[in-house]
C-alpha cells in the first residue's frame, strides 16, 4: 500500500543545536501535516502545507513541501528542551486517505 | 469547548475478556479515528467515521476489532478476547469535516486510553 517514509527514527542533539526530519511519499500528496506529540501526551498539530514548493515558519520552525508534492520536511533550528517529543508527517493522498509516517523522536542530549 | 475525551483512562484485563473503549468527539465533529500506539511507536490507523458513510476499517488488524458510532457522535472501540499483543494506548481523534483536498481538517486527539492485557 502507499507509504509516508519518515526519517530518522531518532536523532539525538545537544541544545542549541539543529534539527531536522523528513517525510517520503510514493505517491503525490494533496496536503500533508505536521504533529508534534510530547512524551507521555498525545499528537498536537502543527501546521498543513498544500501548495508545491511551500515553505511556512513558526518562530524556530521552518516546514516545506516538495515542488513535487512527493516530499516534506520539518527543520527546528537552535533546539530548546521545550522542542523534545515525536514528530509525525501525515499525508492526504488522492484517495483521501491519510497516511502517517513513523515519526522522529527529537532527544536532547544532557 | 471542550476537547476529545476518552474513557477509561486506563483498563487493566485479563487474556480473553473483551473490553470497550469510549470516544466524546468535539461536538459538531463529523469524522472520528481511532489509531493504536504500542510503546514508543507511531500510530496506527485502525478505523474511520465520516458523517453518514460507511466507515473505513480497512486498519482493524482482526475480526476481533470492531468499532461503532452512534448518532455521529460518541464511538466505542470493542476488542473481543483481547490478547497481550493487543497492550497498547488507543487514541481517539476527531475532525470538523475529516480528509479532503485541498485541505484535510486537523485531527484533534485526545488523551487515550492505556489498556494493558495481562
Known amino acids: 500500500g502507499q507509504q509516508v517514509m519518515q526519517i530518522p527514527q531518532y536523532q539525538h542533539v545537544q541544545e542549541g543545536e539543529d534539527f531536522t526530519t523528513y517525510c517520503n511519499s510514493s505517491?503525490?500528496?494533496?496536503?500533508i501535516q505536521w504533529y508534534k506529540q510530547r512524551p507521555g501526551g498525545h499528537p498536537v498539530f502543527l501546521i498543513q502545507?498544500?501548495?508545491s514548493g511551500e515553505v511556512k515558519k513558526q518562530k524556530r520552525l521552518t516546514f516545506q513541501f516538495g515542488e513535487a508534492k512527493k516530499n516534506s520536511s520539518l527543520h527546528i533550528t537552535a533546539t530548546q528542551t521545550t522542542d523534545v517529543g515525536t514528530y509525525f508527517c501525515?499525508?492526504?493522498?488522492?484517495?483521501?486517505?491519510?497516511?502517517w509516517g513513523a515519526g522522529t523522536k527529537l532527544i536532547i542530549k544532557p | 469547548g471542550a476537547g476529545v475525551s476518552q474513557s477509561p483512562s486506563n483498563k487493566v484485563t485479563e487474556k480473553g475478556k473483551d473490553v470497550e473503549l469510549r470516544c466524546d468527539p468535539i461536538?459538531?465533529?463529523?469524522?472520528l479515528y481511532w489509531y493504536r500506539q504500542s510503546l514508543g511507536q507511531g500510530l496506527e490507523f485502525l478505523i474511520y467515521?465520516?458523517?453518514?458513510?460507511?466507515?473505513?476499517k480497512s486498519g482493524l488488524p482482526s475480526d476481533r476489532f470492531s468499532a461503532e458510532r452512534t448518532g455521529g457522535s460518541v464511538s466505542t472501540l470493542t476488542i473481543q478476547r483481547t490478547q497481550q499483543e493487543d497492550s497498547a494506548v488507543y487514541l481517539c481523534?476527531?475532525?470538523?469535516?475529516?480528509?479532503?483536498?485541498?485541505?484535510?481538517?486537523?485531527?484533534?486527539f485526545g488523551p487515550g486510553t492505556r489498556l494493558t492485557v495481562l
Open positions: 467515521f465520516q458523517g453518514n458513510s460507511a466507515p473505513d
Open positions: 502545507l498544500v501548495k
Open positions: 501525515a499525508g492526504t493522498d488522492s484517495n483521501y486517505q491519510l497516511i
Open positions: 481523534a476527531s475532525s470538523l469535516r475529516g480528509n479532503s483536498v485541498p485541505y484535510t481538517d486537523t485531527q484533534y
Open positions: 461536538s459538531g465533529h463529523t469524522a
Open positions: 505517491t503525490t500528496l494533496s496536503n
